[in-house]
């Protein structure tokens, strides 16, 4: 069975970084397309980035110039490097990964950036 495990997350300050990280347990086929999601307290899950097994990224206006999502040597292991962290970015971070064409949800990392 198909399990994602996302780290990193923690308290920081604005201004701040931060790395997460996304491994996928249970399969030997990698991605078609990864990506982050976010969920404020009080809002619906959002789009942060994703990158495809080809290398596309994408990434929502907020966090351009300031996230970087990639993948490591590992094929189903991404990271999603954070700089400039605002407040705003104050969230709950989920990884999601479509493998053989079916999603997969890993149960999420909390970030919080302190003003």
């Known amino acids: 069975q198909v399990q994602l495990v996302e780290s990193g997350g923690g308290l920081v300050q604005a201004g701040g970084s931060l790395t997460l990280s996304c491994v996928a347990s249970?399969?030997?086929?990698?991605?078609?397309?990864a990506g982050w999601y976010r969920q404020a307290p009080g809002k619906q899950r959002e789009f942060v980035a994703t990158?495809?097994?080809?290398?596309?990224?994408n990434y929502t206006d907020s966090v351009k110039g300031r996230f970087t999502i990639s993948r490591g040597s590992a094929s189903n292991t991404i990271f999603l490097q954070m700089n400039s962290l605002k407040p705003e970015d104050t969230a709950v971070y989920f990884c999601?990964?479509?493998?053989?064409?079916?999603?997969?949800w890993g149960q999420g990392t909390a970030v919080t950036v302190s003003s």
């Open positions: 249970g399969t030997i086929f990698g991605f078609n397309v």
């Open positions: 999601k990964q479509q493998i053989i064409l079916r999603d997969y």
């Open positions: 990158l495809t097994g080809t290398g596309s990224t």
